[in-house]
């Protein structure tokens, strides 16, 4: 009873802060008294609770570090040209009857080549949506569009904050879980795709579009050779290099880039990592400023907080009781409903994607068999359900960012369907099963892992 009202006045401190307009760190400080108030009052010491805390803490200390290596690199990236470049390349390929399939794949590349929703929609969406106003699109589509774009990357992107931080919740392998997820979500990207380009037919329009070349060759050089950083996170990527080796030669790449090709001083390259990139232009600030570390300080300081949860829910047994209901609900469907309604739930409550990822795992670390499964199953549900809730800080940071309708919501078809999809899935599994052995499985991404009941075969 007490830990249901310690978790239900912990929902109420979370949404009173999004309806008051409290930044969520403050929210997430103030849980963390309460949790630790619950701690003394089930006997354990300061001492013991401030050990548990810190025990949190070093489960997240490896995401921390590739967290200022990301936002180094994201700075690096935009004063290099790279990011203009794309955009640039991008608008060009814009046609009214296709404005909105190429919006979502435009939009879809970006995300995976900088690994952010945010990044994404400030740059590619950004330019989208500005071209989709001058061609007469619908607002709530073209923004459906964008959402769905922008989480393919921040989901499957080897730059993502979000995959990174869920491989080092489940202690997997982050390459094995990009491939596994390029393949799970297949389908949905497809599905998706057609969709799009359905009612992107249905609604096109005759207007031109504006000249982002030469808006963007009045602030870069636009040589192709701002793509070397680019290319070297794919390539590196498939070749398997450790993540943070990868990232780093990519921002040695960019940042030689910058000084020889763009003209930057060697003298502002502290400035730049740190405090992101600023454009002197106006015209195109809105597109190409952000990055540094200090972009990632109030993700960091969320992890940071959020992490602490998980060492005081498992001293204390705080979540034992709602686990054990979660592991229940899995048994009696399948392993991955039960992780889909707890995100649906921890994503309404929580109203943010770090948030919601971090007290999935907490929640559901018994549904699965083995940590791959369960990592497949979040990227399917936590990592992408913000993006369907109006008032999570992905949504609103999105549309602030392009100026789209929160309807767009409602036309974010690609986070809608990779759930469905799985749902579906992981029901078939349940019938059959064998089918984790067969190849359409192998095809979409699974294997024995997937099927707790093979797993425990084996244990």
């Not at 978790?7 to 849980?31: D, E």
């Not at 949506?129 to 061609?135: D, E, Y």
């Not at 020889?260 to 990592?273: F, M, V, Y």
Request: one cysteine or more; proline letters at 4%.
């Amino acid at each position: 009873m007490v830990e249901t009202g310690v978790l239900l006045s912990f929902a109420v401190l979370l949404l009173t802060g999004i309806v008051i307009g409290a930044p969520l760190v403050a929210s997430l400080l103030l849980g963390l008294v309460l949790f630790l108030g619950y701690g003394l009052w089930r006997k354990h010491s300061p001492q013991e609770l401030l050990g548990m805390s810190l025990q949190g803490l070093k489960t997240v200390q490896h995401v921390l570090i590739l967290f200022a290596i990301i936002g180094m690199l994201t700075a690096t990236w935009r004063a290099a040209g790279t990011i203009a470049f794309i955009t640039s390349w991008s608008a060009s390929l814009m046609r009214p009857a296709t404005l909105t399939v190429a919006t979502f794949f435009i939009c879809s590349a970006m995300s995976f080549l900088c690994g952010s929703s945010f990044g994404a929609a400030a740059t590619a969406g950004v330019a989208c949506f500005t071209i989709g106003k001058a061609l007469g699109a619908e607002p709530a589509l073209l923004g459906g569009a964008i959402l769905s774009g922008v989480f393919f990357g921040d989901r499957c992107s080897p730059m993502s904050s979000s995959a990174a931080l869920i491989a080092n919740l489940t202690h997997t392998d982050i390459a094995e879980n990009i491939g596994r997820m390029m393949r799970s979500a297949s389908i949905p990207f497809v599905a998706s795709a057609l969709v799009f380009t359905l009612v992107g037919l249905s609604s096109a329009s005759h207007a031109a579009a504006p000249d982002f070349h030469t808006m963007f060759s009045n602030a870069f050089v636009l040589n192709p050779i701002v793509l070397i950083p680019i290319v070297l996170v794919l390539g590196l990527a498939l070749m398997h290099v450790e993540v943070k080796k990868n990232m780093m030669l990519s921002l040695l790449s960019a940042l030689v880039i910058c000084v020889t090709l763009q003209g930057n001083s060697i003298l502002d390259i502290p400035r730049l990592l740190v405090f992101g990139y600023v454009c002197k232009d106006p015209e195109i600030a809105s597109m190409v400023n952000g990055g540094g570390i200090i972009s990632m300080f109030e993700l960091t300081c969320i992890v940071s907080i959020a992490s602490t949860y998980s060492g005081i829910f498992n001293g204390t047994g705080l979540l034992k009781n709602l686990r054990d209901a979660i592991k229940n609900v899995s048994v009696r469907t399948t392993p991955f409903i039960g992780v889909l309604l707890t995100s649906i739930l921890t994503a309404i409550i929580a109203c943010d994607q770090v948030v919601c990822i971090m007290l999935t795992s907490q929640l559901c670390d018994t549904c699965e068999g083995t940590g791959t499964a369960l990592a497949l199953d979040m990227e399917n549900s936590s990592a992408i359900m913000p993006a369907l809730v109006p008032w999570s800080t992905s949504v609103i940071g999105i549309l602030a960012f392009t100026g789209a309708p929160i309807t767009s919501v409602l036309f974010a078809f690609y986070p809608m369907f990779i759930p469905l999809w799985t749902v579906v899935l992981s029901v078939y599994e349940r019938k059959h099963p064998n089918f984790v052995e067969t190849k359409p499985a192998r095809f979409m991404g699974l294997n024995r892992n997937d099927d707790i009941r093979l797993v425990n075969e084996l244990s």
